[in-house]
């Protein structure tokens, strides 16, 4: 078990919740000018009714004992939500240790979950790895995103072709809100097998490549399943609206379906059926 690495992914995140906190939002006097943004580390502990040391030893990433309820009270304290609960939780307990790696090194899809992506003729539909590496996608993903058989299967990976190929970059209205969405999702897998040294090599490599990247990252988003609308502008279709839904499909590979359903009160399905139909 790699446990400084937990830890210092445990601190980087509280310090990176605190710092998005004002004293007005934690209930707290607003007092004079801060030098920075964000609470105290002191605050935080009178919030979360801790000693400051104990909290600053925490922060600071050391190994100490943390209890299920103390924790509790600063996931309060720093006003988390329950998916950020549950990656605090998971970098601060052993449970992680021991399914760190892959029980597969090259995931692939079941024959019912190519059925069930296929059948979604007009939802463009992305089965990824708990790496976010890509393993399947259906005709209409193909068509809005990019024809991912073109790609080396080893570059497959959805986080890395955000910040590297053009047409995730032009497609996206708000690129931002779209990358963050896929990094959220990351952070709860790093959160759950941070003892797998790939997600470090992986997290070195993409900061020291894209700063875009390193900032996004810092931001400390974390969603299990996010459920976000996005506006995407197709070269093609035009503007074109969808609802993203994350299923899990539970085994060794933590398989994710990733679904973007045309949203109902736009022309999204109507787009997509008449240029999908007219190429096939």
């Not at 006003?79 to 605090?88: F, Q, S, V």
């Not at 990019?146 to 910040?163: A, G, S, T, V, Y």
């Not at 933590?254 to 787009?271: F, G, H, Q």
């Amino acid at each position: 078990m790699h446990q400084p690495t937990r830890l210092q992914a445990l601190s980087a995140f509280l310090k990176a919740a605190r710092a998005r906190l004002t004293p007005e939002t934690a209930g707290l006097p607003a007092g004079l000018r801060r030098r920075t943004p964000g609470l105290r580390r002191e605050e935080v502990a009178q919030l979360a009714g801790v000693s400051s040391t104990w909290y600053t030893w925490l922060e600071q990433g050391r190994d100490i004992h943390v209890s299920a309820s103390v924790l509790d009270s600063v996931a309060a304290a720093l006003r988390l939500t329950d998916d950020e609960r549950k990656y605090i939780y998971a970098l601060a307990s052993d449970t992680g240790a021991g399914v760190a790696k892959l029980t597969a090194d090259n995931p692939r899809l079941t024959p019912s979950l190519r059925k069930i992506i296929d059948e979604l003729r007009y939802c463009p539909a992305i089965i990824s790895d708990r790496r976010c590496q890509i393993v399947g996608w259906n005709a209409a993903a193909a068509y809005v995103f990019m024809d991912f058989e073109q790609i080396p299967e080893h570059e497959r990976n959805m986080i890395k072709l955000l910040f590297t190929r053009r047409e995730f970059q032009r497609l996206a209205v708000n690129w931002e809100q779209f990358a963050g969405g896929f990094l959220a999702m990351f952070r709860s897998y790093y959160g759950q097998y941070v003892d797998d040294e790939w997600y470090e090599h992986f997290l070195r490599g993409m900061m020291d490549d894209h700063p875009d990247f390193r900032r996004l990252w810092e931001q400390a988003q974390v969603s299990y399943a996010p459920e976000v609308l996005l506006e995407f502008r197709h070269a093609k279709a035009r503007k074109m609206l969808f609802q993203l839904t994350s299923l899990q499909a539970h085994g060794g590979g933590d398989l994710r379906c990733s679904i973007y359903t045309p949203a109902p009160e736009s022309n999204t399905e109507a787009k997509l059926k008449q240029f999908m139909d007219a190429t096939s």
